[in-house]
């Protein structure tokens, strides 16, 4: 059974940084893609950013650009989120997501992120 | 950056009947374009990709169609689990690109 459990969100300060980690299981992760898409309080959703299987190719949302990083570390089957310069906007469920052939096949239950003074 | 813009936003349909979500991008999307179903509280579910395909375990009740800039998600016969929000998405172009969502809610 695929599984994708976030770990990381929680309470911060404008300005502030945070790693959000995701444990995949139930498939082989290094042949797949991954995604984190968000999820603002009674908004759509958000893609966030995308990393090929191998880290070859990465992609942020223009809005995430020199902000956010995300990675993986296929040895722990982990894929990662660095959250910096955190602002109120970012506020949002994170969730982390497969991808199989650009469409997203299996999402996590998401990490809470709130970014408040 | 694509627009994906969904209609209606809202849908009120009674139990056993026909639901039509309509998905439309603002500059061709080729036929890479998925159909996810999210309930309260829970995470987004994968429906339709590929703007046809139905994805693993997805009841043949559900169905999807359209190529280009245009893009259909039926609903033949509405059930009491189906009361969700659809969201269409595009995996054509970077960044990729969501619509608003529709809520189907029981008439």
């Known amino acids: 059974e695929v599984q994708l459990v976030e770990s990381g969100g929680g309470l911060v300060k404008p300005g502030g940084s945070l790693r959000l980690s995701c444990a995949a299981s139930g498939f082989t992760f290094s042949s797949y893609a991954m995604n984190w898409v968000r999820q603002a309080p009674g908004k759509g959703l958000e893609w966030v950013s995308f990393?090929?299987?191998?880290?070859?190719?990465?992609y942020h949302a223009d809005s995430m650009k020199g902000r956010f990083t995300i990675s993986r570390d296929n040895a722990k089957n982990s894929l990662y989120l660095q959250m910096n310069s955190l602002r109120a906007d970012d506020t949002a469920i994170y969730y982390c997501?497969?991808?199989?052939?650009?469409?997203?096949?299996?999402w996590g239950q998401g990490t809470q992120v709130t970014v408040s003074s | 950056e694509i627009v994906m813009t969904q209609s209606p936003a809202t849908l009120s349909v009674s139990p056993g009947e026909r639901a039509t979500l309509s998905c439309r991008a603002s500059?061709?999307?080729?036929?890479?374009l998925a159909w996810y179903q999210q309930k309260p509280g829970q995470a987004p579910r994968l429906v339709i990709f590929g703007a046809s395909t139905r994805a693993t375990g997805i009841p043949g009740r559900f169905s999807g169609s359209g190529s280009g800039t245009e893009f259909t998600l039926t609903i033949s016969s509405l059930q009491s689990e189906d009361f969700a929000v659809y969201y269409c998405?595009?995996?054509?172009?970077?960044?990729?690109?969501f619509g608003q969502g529709t809520k189907v809610e029981i008439k």
């Open positions: 998405h595009q995996y054509n172009n970077w960044p990729r690109t």
């Open positions: 997501v497969r991808e199989e052939v650009g469409s997203f096949d299996y």
């Open positions: 990393i090929s299987s191998g880290s070859s190719y990465i």
């Open positions: 500059q061709s999307v080729s036929s890479n």
